[in-house]
């Protein structure tokens, strides 16, 4: 195998979408799967706190009035998800309805091609690998699970959203990732696809690998002093 770029980190940080995993998959299969579950989703679960800080959140986003109908937040949710808004409730809605489609397998998970063998032999030389997904949690770790391959759960240490962690272009979303993995930022390396995303890791003092993959939307993006790959098979990760 021939590698082209060498890193030197304790902890990989991996984004999914763009990253790990073909945005068409999950604006495409994950988003047909929730798109017509979110309005029975909202009444079937009012009585979660998690909905119900979800339901609100859209209505004050959205400028709705406080007792805007099902119908009325689901049409904010629906436009979101058509431009691939990462709002915070519309991912805390879509997650727990993919955490439900992947138990009953009606779901699964993709990755390109060069990323799971990477992650697992990167894993077996003791770096640890962590996410931080616009995703919820709720949705990451069952993606996690039930990839082509089998169960990944196992090589991950630790998941991050926009609710545990914060905004992903906000350089205080790394530090409060960094603190919780007890981490100096200079050992861990973030890999994405997001331009915004690079930049605000970097303000925070991580390293950065920034994915520009064919086909992929930030494909050919200008990602700064940031390195750049295509191929998780370009990247060599030694454990420092
Ligand atoms: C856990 S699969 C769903 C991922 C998702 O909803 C998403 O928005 C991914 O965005 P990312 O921050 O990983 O680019
Ligand atoms: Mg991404």
Same mark, same amino acid.
């Given at each position: 195998m021939t590698t082209s770029l060498q890193l030197h980190a304790?902890?990989v940080?991996l984004?999914?979408?763009?990253t790990t995993?073909?945005?068409? #998959? ?15 989703? *909202? ?9 119900? &800080? ?35 409730? *519309? ?20 990755f390109f091609d060069d990323v799971i063998p990477q992650l697992r032999a990167w894993h077996a030389q003791g770096v640890?690998l &962590? &996410?931080?997904? !616009?995703?919820?949690?709720? !949705? ?6 039930? !990839?082509?391959d ?5 090589l ?33 390396v #973030?890999f994405t696809d997001?331009?915004?995303? &690079? ?8 390293q950065t690998l920034a994915f520009s993959r064919p086909g992929e939307?930030?494909f050919g993006?200008?990602f700064?002093?940031s390195a750049v790959a295509s191929s998780f098979t370009d990247v060599e990760v030694v454990s420092a």
């Open positions: 304790r902890t940080v984004d999914l979408e763009g995993s073909a945005a068409g #998959f999950i604006l495409g299969d994950l988003y047909d799967y929730a798109r017509p579950r979110l309005a029975a989703w *909202l009444d079937e679960h009012a009585g979660d706190p998690d909905v119900a &800080v979800a339901r609100g959140q859209v209505i004050a986003d959205a400028g709705l009035p406080a007792d805007a109908s099902t119908a009325q937040i689901v049409a904010v949710l629906h436009g979101w998800m058509a431009d691939d808004v990462k709002s915070t409730p *519309l991912k805390t809605l879509q997650g727990q309805i993919w955490a439900e489609g992947f138990r009953r397998d009606e779901i699964s998970s993709h640890d &962590v &996410v931080f997904s !616009s995703g919820s949690v709720t !949705s990451q770790v069952p993606w996690f699970r039930h !990839s082509p089998g169960d990944l759960t196992p991950i240490t630790d998941y991050f959203d926009t609710v545990n962690a914060g905004p992903k272009k906000i350089a205080s979303s790394y530090d409060t990732i960094a603190a919780r993995l007890g981490r100096a930022p200079e050992q861990i #973030f997001h331009p915004e995303e &690079v930049a605000a890791a970097r303000e925070a003092g991580w939307p930030w993006a200008d700064g002093a």
